[in-house]
Nanobody, 115 residues
Framework: QVQLVESGGGLVQSGVSLRLSCAAS????????MGWYRQAPGKQRELVAD???????KFADSVKGRFTISKDNAKNTVYLQMNSLKPEDTAVYYC?????????WGQGTQVTVSS
């Protein structure tokens, strides 16, 4: 079983930056995809960004140009750098990892952006 632990969330003002981290309990080398999702109150969980095993990235239209995703295989960690945060970015952010055995989720970290 894989454990994913997110950190880095918080309460910030509009326009600032935050970096979320997701630490995996084992090597992330064999995950064919890792990503960040978010869920705002009353809304469905949505993909924010993901990164393939080969390093290809994909972003939701709402965060393109503001967010970047990266990973450090040596640290078994995936990062979400969030710049120019907006109130509509407020949500619980979840880390996700996929391998050929399953789909794994972290417990989530709250990001709240005030105007």
């Amino acid at each position: 079983q894989v454990q994913l632990v997110e950190s880095g969330g918080g309460l910030v003002q509009s326009g600032v930056s935050l970096r979320l981290s997701c630490a995996a309990s084992r090597s992330i080398f064999n995950f064919y995809g890792m990503g960040w999702y978010r869920q705002a109150p009353g809304k469905q969980r949505e993909l924010v960004a993901d990164i393939s095993g080969g390093g290809s990235t994909k972003f939701a239209d709402s965060v393109k140009g503001r967010f970047t995703i990266s990973k450090d295989n040596a640290k078994n960690t995936v990062y979400l750098q969030m710049n120019s945060l907006k109130p509509e970015d407020t949500a619980v952010y979840y880390c996700n990892a996929k391998d050929f055995l399953g789909d794994y989720w972290g417990q989530g970290t709250q990001v709240t952006v005030s105007s």
